[in-house]
T-cell receptor, first 114, second 112 residues
Framework: DSGVTQTPKHLITATGQRVTLRCSPRSGDLSVYWYQQSLDQGLQFLIQYYNGEERAKGNILERFSAQQFPDLHSELNLSSLELGDSALYFC?????????????FGPGTRLTVT | AQSVTQPDIHITVSEGASLELRCNYS??????LFWYVQSPGQGLQLLLK??????LVQGIKGFEAEFKRSQSSFNLRKPSVHWSDAAEYFC??????????FGKGTHLIIQP
């Protein structure tokens, strides 16, 4: 158990809908990362937040957005969903913003868009 | 931009045999390199990392990796695999503000 929790574990929704994925980092970790894992794209970095502020952006679509709240939990919002958004979404946390600190991954949320 | 290539999609090894998983990276400066393991239904766990210094790094679960700048490689090794090592292995490179860039992964199958 990494100490990172993600809810829900599974999510099934229809195209065009909007969903919110939630992540609670390890106690004391200030940095949260979001990743998408799909069969065709592999594992891709989406976005990083550090202490409530956006720190780095990867291959995140404009239809996707994220935020980190004062209690340090984070939410990833996916809107206007398409079939291709079906994937496993991971959240990871680390103590500080520097990538050299180990990232601890949560178990992921499996999103299925039908 | 940085990139990572893991040439082997699948590798099958007999239990007790040695293992080497290949990773080649592309990055202009000195890279920060990582190996992660993903067991079925689980998130990723860091096995080891290289930032600088000794090019042979030791990790958890008996794994080690060697950084070879001349070959742009960071291959993962284990002298004797166990059935519990069956998993997906990802090599990753970190550079700049682009975050971690992962390879496509190598699926390790252990034969009894």
């Amino acid at each position: 158990d990494s100490g990172v929790t993600q809810t829900p574990k599974h999510l099934i929704t229809a195209t065009g809908q909007r969903v919110t994925l939630r992540c609670s980092p390890r106690s004391g970790d200030l940095s949260v990362y979001w990743y998408q894992q799909s069969l065709d794209q592999g594992l891709q970095f989406l976005i990083q937040y550090y202490n409530g502020e956006e720190r780095a952006k990867g291959n995140i679509l404009e239809r996707f957005s994220a935020q980190q709240f004062p209690d340090l939990h984070s939410e990833l919002n996916l809107s206007s969903l398409e079939l291709g958004d079906s994937a496993l979404y991971f959240c990871a946390s680390s103590p500080l913003w520097d990538y050299r600190y180990e990232q601890y991954f949560g178990p992921g949320t499996r999103l299925t868009v039908t | 931009a940085q990139s990572v290539t893991q040439p082997d999609i699948h590798i099958t090894v007999s239990e007790g045999a040695s293992l080497e998983l290949r990773c080649n990276y592309s990055y202009g400066a000195t890279p920060y390199l990582f190996w992660y393991v993903q067991s079925p239904g689980q998130g990723l766990q860091l096995l080891l990392k290289y930032f600088s210094g000794d090019t042979l790094v030791q990790g958890i679960k008996g794994f080690e990796a060697e950084f070879k700048r001349s070959q742009s490689s960071f291959n993962l090794r284990k002298p004797s695999v166990h059935w519990s090592d069956a998993a997906e292995y990802f090599c990753a490179v970190m550079g700049g503000a682009d975050g971690l860039t992962f390879g496509k992964g190598t699926h390790l199958i252990i034969q009894p």
